[in-house]
C-alpha cells in the first residue's frame, strides 16, 4: 500500500512523540501529564497516528493498556527515528555555526609567537566566514576574561586558581639559555642549571610562570636568582640579551628571530626545565561550533608540531 505524502509531516512526528509517550507509560493519563497536552488530544493523536499507519498500535481496556506486535516495533524504531532526527537538526545547526560568526580566542605570549600563526592559518582557510579575534595576555588577564565570557578559549601555561575553569595539559613546553652566539656557553652547545650563578641573568618578572620555572630549577640546585634585569615580555628579554647584559631562560620561541638578534637558544643538560601547556576552558560548559572547530585544530596542530613547540615554545 503506498505511503500518505502526509505520513511523514511535522503532524506525523508530533503523534510519534505521543504514542511513545503512552507505550513507555501505558497509561493516556500519565502520557498526558509527561508531555502537557490534555488526554483527549493524546486519544486523538494516537487514533489519528493509527489511522495513518494502518494498524492498530495500542489495545485499551479500562483496567490496562498494552501493546500490539506493531505498537512494540514501532516503540523500539520511532525512539531510534526521534533520536536520529533530533541529531540531524543539532548537526545542521552545528555546520550553520561554522560558516560566520566569531571566535575571541586568548594567547600567552611565547605560545601566541609559536602556535597561533599556524593554527590561524588553516583556520581561515577551512571557516573563512568566522573572524577569529587573538589576544595576548598574562595569566591574570586571560583567566579573567575567559571566567567572565569575553574570551571563548585560553591557550597557555596558567593553572586555574578556580574550579570554575578547566585545564586541559596539550604538551610540555621546554626552556632553554638564551644568550649570544659569541658567549662561552653558547660555544660549548649546552648548559646547566649550575651555569646560571656565573652570568647576568635577565628574568621575567616575579609572578609570571616563567619566573616560576627557572626559581624552581635554581633552589633544586642550591642557587639564588639575583637578576641584572626583569623585564615582562620576552622579547624585551631578547633585546636585552642581545645588547650583551646577560642571558635569559625562556622557551626559544622562534629561532630564526634569535638567530637575527645574533643569539642561540642553548638547551639544558641533566636537567631539562619544563612547563605544561594547555587549553583553560570554562568547566562545565560546552563551546560554540567555531570556539570548538577552533580548539580541534589547535590540537591537531600541536600534535602535528609536538617536537618543534616543546624545543621551542
Known amino acids: 500500500m503506498p505511503l500518505n505524502p502526509e505520513t511523514f509531516s511535522p503532524a506525523f512526528f508530533r503523534r510519534l512523540e505521543t504514542f511513545i509517550a503512552v507505550a513507555e507509560t501505558l497509561s ?31 489495545v485499551r481496556s479500562t483496567r490496562q493498556v498494552r ?57 581561515e582557510s577551512e571557516h573563512p566566514g568566522i573572524r577569529v579575534l587573538l589576544r595576548e595576555e598574562l595569566a591574570p588577564q586571560m583567566l579573567e576574561a575567559i571566567l567572565n565570557g569575553s574570551v571563548d578559549v585560553g591557550i597557555g601555561p596558567y593553572q586555574p586558581t578556580t574550579d570554575k575553569l578547566a585545564f586541559n595539559p596539550i604538551f610540555d613546553q621546554e626552556f632553554s639559555l638564551v644568550i649570544r652566539e659569541d658567549h662561552p656557553l653558547a660555544i660549548r652547545g649546552h648548559a ?16 609570571t610562570t616563567a619566573r616560576e ?27 636585552l640579551a642581545a645588547a650583551g647584559f646577560g642571558g635569559t631562560v625562556m622557551p626559544a620561541v622562534n629561532t630564526n628571530i634569535l638567530s637575527a638578534m645574533g643569539l642561540c637558544a642553548v638547551p639544558f643538560r641533566g636537567k631539562c626545565l619544563v612547563r605544561p601547556i594547555g587549553i583553560i576552558t570554562r568547566r562545565d560548559e560546552a ?15 600541536a600534535e602535528q608540531e609536538s617536537q618543534h613547540l616543546a624545543g621551542q615554545g
Open 213 to 239: 620555572v627557572l626559581e624552581n630549577a635554581a633552589k633544586a640546585e642550591g642557587i639564588t636568582i639575583m637578576p641584572k634585569y626583569e623585564a615582562l615580555q620576552y622579547p624585551t628579554l631578547f633585546a
Open 287 to 301: 563551546l560554540a561550533p567555531g570556539p570548538q572547530a577552533f580548539v580541534r585544530l589547535l590540537l591537531l596542530t
Open 67 to 123: 501493546l500490539t506486535t506493531a505498537g512494540a516495533e514501532l516503540l523500539e524504531r520511532g525512539r531510534r527515528l526521534l533520536a536520529e532526527s533530533e541529531r540531524l537538526v543539532r548537526d545542521i545547526h552545528a555546520q550553520a555555526g561554522l560558516l560566520t560568526g566569531q571566535v575571541v580566542v586568548s594567547f600567552s605570549p611565547t605560545i601566541a609567537m609559536s602556535l597561533a600563526p599556524k593554527v590561524l592559518a588553516t583556520f
Open 192 to 207: 646547566r642549571i649550575r651555569d646560571l650563578a656565573n652570568i647576568n641573568l635577565l628574568c621575567s618578572s616575579v609572578g
Open 28 to 58: 493516556f493519563r500519565r502520557a498526558a501529564e509527561m508531555i502537557g497536552r490534555s488526554q483527549p488530544a493524546v486519544t486523538s493523536q494516537i487514533n489519528q497516528l493509527e489511522d495513518a499507519l494502518g494498524v492498530k498500535l495500542l
